[in-house]
Antibody
Framework: QVQLQESGPGLVKPSQTLSLTCTVS??????????WSWIRQPAGKGLEWIGRIYTSGSTNYNPSLKSRVTISVDTSKNQLSLKLSSVTAADTAVYYC???????????WGQGALVTVSS | DIQMTQSPSSLSASVGDRVTITCRAS??????LNWYQQKPGQAPKLLIY???SLQSGVPSRFSGSGSGTDFTLTITGLQPEDFATYYC?????????FGGGTKVEIK
């Protein structure tokens, strides 16, 4: 059974960089059958796709965040990471990592990590 | 970006009811449409992919239909565990986008 677990600081100061890690267990992050995404959800609001990375290293980012986002994979640790720079209060949200498959649906999700941007 | 519009934004229903949620895309997305269920404090769960394919392990009371711009999620015989928020998501092109959600509440 594939499991995803997000981890990282729950509080980030404005203008700093948000960094999260997603550890994948029960399967290899290197499998070419899948890709890996970050998705976020502000409290009480809907879901926003941040970006994705394929095992080849190829990435796609949401244009609304592209200038501030970096997604990478560490295959030796079976981990996915997210870096979001120059954060503001608007970046406060629950951040999910998710596995993408087939026609771009997300079949496995982490439980989510709440990140608050505040001084 | 492809905009996804769900309706209604919320609805009240009783156990055993048939519930229909609609999702409309701002342009044709063929059958590149997925449905998720999210309960409070939990991650979304994939229910339906490619507009009408039932994800493994999901009860058959959930069904999806549609193509092009108009899609429907139907729950036939609503169960207590089905009270949740439902999201559609287009997978035709990036940025991948979600609908605003439909909250199904107990009447």
């Amino acid at each position: 059974q594939v499991q995803l677990q997000e981890s990282g600081p729950g509080l980030v100061k404005p203008s700093q960089t948000l960094s999260l890690t997603c550890t994948v267990s029960g399967g290899s992050i290197s499998s070419s059958s899948y890709y890996w995404s970050w998705i976020r959800q502000p409290a009480g609001k809907g879901l926003e796709w941040i970006g994705r990375i394929y095992t080849s290293g190829s990435t796609n980012y949401n244009p609304s965040l592209k200038s501030r986002v970096t997604i990478s994979v560490d295959t030796s640790k079976n981990q996915l990471s997210l870096k979001l720079s120059s954060v503001t209060a608007a970046d406060t949200a629950v951040y999910y990592c998710a596995r993408g498959v087939g026609t771009t649906n997300f079949d496995y999700w982490g439980q989510g990590a709440l990140v608050t941007v505040s001084s | 970006d492809i905009q996804m519009t769900q309706s209604p934004s919320s609805l009240s229903a009783s156990v055993g009811d048939r519930v229909t949620i609609t999702c409309r895309a701002s342009q044709s997305i063929s059958s590149y449409l997925n449905w998720y269920q999210q309960k409070p404090g939990q991650a979304p769960k994939l229910l339906i992919y490619s507009a009408s394919s039932l994800q493994s392990g999901v009860p058959s009371r959930f069904s999806g239909s549609g193509s092009g711009t108009d899609f429907t999620l139907t729950i036939t015989g609503l169960q207590p565990e089905d009270f949740a928020t439902y999201y559609c998501q287009q997978s035709l092109s990036t940025p991948l986008t979600f609908g605003g959600g439909t909250k199904v509440e107990i009447k």
